[in-house]
């Protein structure tokens, strides 16, 4: 028998609201040590609100958040919108998040090394992303959270940044949480997956959940079977706004963001 | 003419102090200002500042002071306040700022017991600053550059991400609250100095200046502390030599800086 590994975040049936608009609900998700779990879903699913409030930075309206005490996360927001009246060096940007570090061995370590110096308005897509990875990893962190770390980044940029990701999890141990867009990645390079829309569709190893009909009716019959080998009947669909259609049953008092 | 010339001297000198006391802590705090895009937001709360004044000769007390109260409680308002039945914080802010001059203006107007020098507060009536009031303006400088300098890493951080220094162990609401109080400090301030239309100037013009020649947050900070050092004495001088308003010399000095800085190629 090998003992689990241990709990880092547990979300227990969490609600996100703003406002009168309820994103997310009835959501529970938990993340171990040393595993990639991605979230996906269509847009507005609530992935980032989940992700918000796994990092605190939402108080759910319902339901709890626990996060291991001690719990080091390093963070990779979707975007990052610096005024380019702000001369912020590559460099700096890393010391603003960890002071007294190797910044340059920081920077080759993710493939970036060439824009140490560089300002951080001018850094293409995918040497931002990397740069923010390496801020997120200067924290020696037990988990790393990526907001669609592969945005803005080319076809081939997208392969090696994913590449680089699953390294970083083998070398370091580090745990993974992503929000994530591209399934064929997903599916091939991560040990939970999560289905999103507005509640959990349905989650577990991306095998059985390419075969699940909730995500067959989220992302459609063809590219389930690309993914998996068959697909089968499901319980509800989702209206174009996400909301289910018909009455089915599962966990929670779930009102689908209605 | 030896006395005459001593007159002339201190109240040049006063002015001149005052002056540089606002530009080194404006200078640095415009320069988030401006990395924040918040120039609006400046302006809003300085144009609040004539109702400060006069409630502060209605309650009888000097005007910074009722200025300052004024000044912190819009800010305090404001900064949790992020838009009212669908309209932006902008919209917003544009209302407040000008319903609160107009009030300002009409309360004014209407105390009997005083007449307000209205073209003093608001275009600035440095000239005329007292040796009381001089260690108001270095009391007041001194604190919120004190305060900036403490709060300098967490406020670039939240600058360039909120919610990654959020992350990072920042806390976010307190150092975005203090900014606001920095804020209004320094609007209270630059009011004597520029006047309440022009205090916008003394926070954004030196540190757009400076962006050409910094290659480090920290080097814009100091640059645009510097810029506006330099705005101060040359608007003062003109006016001595010219006979022109001080205020409006010094945001004059400012953007001719400001010119020239722009025919620089930016270092970073």
Same mark, same amino acid.
């Given at each position: 028998?090998?003992?689990?590994?241990?709990?880092?975040?547990?979300?227990?049936?969490?609600?996100?609201s703003?406002?009168?608009?309820?994103v997310?609900?009835?959501?529970?998700?938990?993340?171990?040590?040393?595993?990639?779990?991605?979230?996906?879903?269509?847009?507005?699913?609530?992935?980032t609100?989940?992700?918000?409030?796994?990092l605190?930075?939402?108080?759910?309206?319902?339901?709890t958040?626990?996060?291991?005490?001690?719990?080091r996360?390093?963070?990779?927001?979707?975007?990052?919108?610096?005024?380019? =009246?702000l001369?912020?060096?590559?460099?700096?940007?890393?010391?603003?998040?960890?002071?007294?570090?190797?910044? +340059?061995? =920081?920077?080759?370590d993710?493939?970036?090394?060439?824009? !140490?110096?560089?300002?951080?308005?001018?850094?293409?897509?995918?040497?931002?992303?990397?740069?923010?990875?390496?801020?997120?990893?200067?924290?020696?962190?037990?988990?790393l959270?990526?907001d669609?770390p592969?945005?803005?980044v080319?076809?081939?940029g997208?392969?090696?940044?994913?590449?680089?990701?699953?390294?970083?999890?083998?070398?370091?141990?580090?745990?993974?949480?992503?929000?994530?867009?591209?399934?064929?990645?997903?599916?091939?390079?991560?040990?939970?997956?999560?289905?999103l829309?507005h509640?959990?569709?349905?989650?577990?190893?991306p095998e059985a959940v390419?075969?699940?009909?909730?995500f067959?009716?989220?992302?459609?019959?063809?590219?389930?079977?690309?993914?998996?080998?068959?697909?089968?009947?499901?319980?509800?669909?989702?209206?174009?706004?996400?909301?289910?259609?018909?009455?089915?049953?599962?966990?929670?008092?779930?009102?689908?963001?209605? | 003419?030896?006395?005459?010339?001593t007159?002339?001297?201190?109240?040049?000198i006063?002015?001149?102090?005052?002056g540089?006391?606002?530009?080194?802590?404006?200078?640095?705090?415009?320069?988030?200002?401006?990395?924040?895009?918040?120039?609006y937001?400046?302006?809003?709360?300085?144009?609040?500042?004539?109702?400060?004044?006069?409630?502060?000769?209605?309650?009888?007390? +000097?005007?910074?002071?009722?200025?300052?109260? !004024?000044?912190?409680?819009?800010?305090?308002?404001?900064?949790?306040?992020?838009?009212?039945?669908?309209?932006?914080?902008?919209?917003?802010?544009?209302?407040? =700022?000008?319903?609160?001059?107009a009030?300002?203006?009409?309360?004014?107007?209407?105390?009997?017991?005083?007449?307000?020098?209205?073209?003093?507060?608001l275009?600035?009536?440095i000239?005329?600053?007292?040796?009381d009031?001089?260690?108001?303006?270095?009391?007041?400088?001194?604190?919120?550059l =004190?305060?900036?300098?403490?709060l300098?890493?967490?406020?670039l951080?939240i600058?360039?991400?909120?919610d990654?220094?959020?992350?990072?162990?920042?806390?976010?609401r307190?150092?975005?609250?203090?900014?606001?109080?920095?804020?209004?400090?320094?609007?209270?301030?630059?009011?004597?100095v520029?006047?309440i239309?022009?205090?916008?100037?003394?926070?954004?013009?030196?540190?757009?200046?400076?962006?050409?020649l910094?290659?480090t947050?920290?080097a814009?900070?100091?640059?645009?502390a510097?810029?506006?050092?330099?705005?101060?004495l040359?608007?003062l001088?003109v006016?001595?030599?010219?006979?022109?308003?001080?205020g409006?010399?010094?945001?004059?000095?400012?953007?001719?800086l400001?010119?020239?800085?722009?025919?620089?190629?930016?270092r970073?």
């Amino acid at each position: 028998m090998v003992s689990a590994p241990a709990t880092l975040i547990e979300v227990h049936n969490a609600e996100v609201s703003y406002g009168a608009r309820t994103v997310l609900c009835g959501a529970s998700v938990t993340v171990r040590a040393g595993e990639i779990v991605t979230l996906i879903g269509p847009n507005g699913a609530g992935k980032t609100s989940l992700v918000r409030a796994m990092l605190g930075l939402v108080k759910p309206s319902r339901g709890t958040v626990v996060r291991k005490p001690g719990l080091r996360i390093g963070y990779m927001p979707q975007r990052l919108n610096i005024d380019p =009246a702000l001369p912020l060096s590559v460099r700096r940007f890393l010391q603003l998040g960890a002071p007294g570090k190797d910044y +340059q061995s =920081a920077l080759d370590d993710v493939g970036a090394g060439h824009v !140490v110096e560089h300002p951080m308005q001018n850094v293409s897509g995918g040497e931002l992303q990397r740069v923010m990875l390496a801020r997120a990893l200067l924290r020696e962190p037990d988990l790393l959270v990526l907001d669609e770390p592969v945005q803005g980044v080319d076809i081939t940029g997208q392969a090696e940044l994913y590449r680089l990701i699953q390294d970083i999890r083998k070398n370091r141990g580090v745990a993974v949480v992503m929000v994530s867009h591209d399934l064929h990645v997903v599916m091939a390079q991560t040990d939970h997956v999560i289905c999103l829309n507005h509640h959990v569709c349905c989650a577990g190893h991306p095998e059985a959940v390419s075969r699940h009909p909730e995500f067959v009716a989220l992302f459609g019959d063809e590219i389930a079977s690309t993914l998996a080998v068959y697909a089968h009947d499901h319980d509800h669909e989702h209206g174009l706004d996400g909301h289910v259609q018909d009455s089915h049953v599962h966990g929670g008092q779930c009102d689908h963001g209605g | 003419m030896g006395g005459n010339a001593t007159m002339v001297d201190e109240f040049l000198i006063r002015a001149a102090l005052a002056g540089v006391a606002v530009a080194l802590v404006a200078g640095p705090l415009g320069a988030f200002v401006v990395w924040r895009r918040m120039a609006y937001f400046g302006g809003a709360l300085s144009h609040m500042a004539l109702l400060g004044v006069a409630l502060g000769f209605l309650l009888g007390i +000097q005007p910074i002071f009722g200025v300052a109260f !004024v000044v912190v409680s819009a800010a305090l308002i404001l900064s949790g306040v992020h838009g009212v039945r669908g309209l932006s914080l902008d919209t917003m802010l544009g209302i407040v =700022a000008h319903a609160a001059l107009a009030l300002g203006l009409i309360v004014a107007a209407s105390m009997d017991s005083v007449r307000l020098d209205l073209m003093g507060y608001l275009f600035g009536d440095i000239l005329a600053v007292g040796w009381d009031e001089l260690i108001w303006v270095w009391c007041g400088a001194a604190i919120v550059l =004190a305060l900036l300098v403490k709060l300098w890493r967490p406020l670039l951080n939240i600058t360039v991400h909120a919610d990654l220094a959020a992350v990072e162990g920042h806390n976010v609401r307190r150092v975005e609250l203090l900014f606001m109080l920095m804020l209004a400090l320094v609007v209270a301030l630059a009011m004597k100095v520029v006047g309440i239309l022009l205090v916008t100037s003394m926070l954004i013009i030196p540190a757009a200046s400076a962006r050409a020649l910094a290659r480090t947050p920290e080097a814009m900070g100091g640059i645009a502390a510097l810029v506006g050092v330099m705005s101060v004495l040359s608007g003062l001088w003109v006016s001595y030599i010219y006979d022109v308003p001080a205020g409006p010399g010094i945001v004059a000095g400012a953007t001719v800086l400001f010119a020239l800085g722009l025919t620089l190629k930016p270092r970073l």
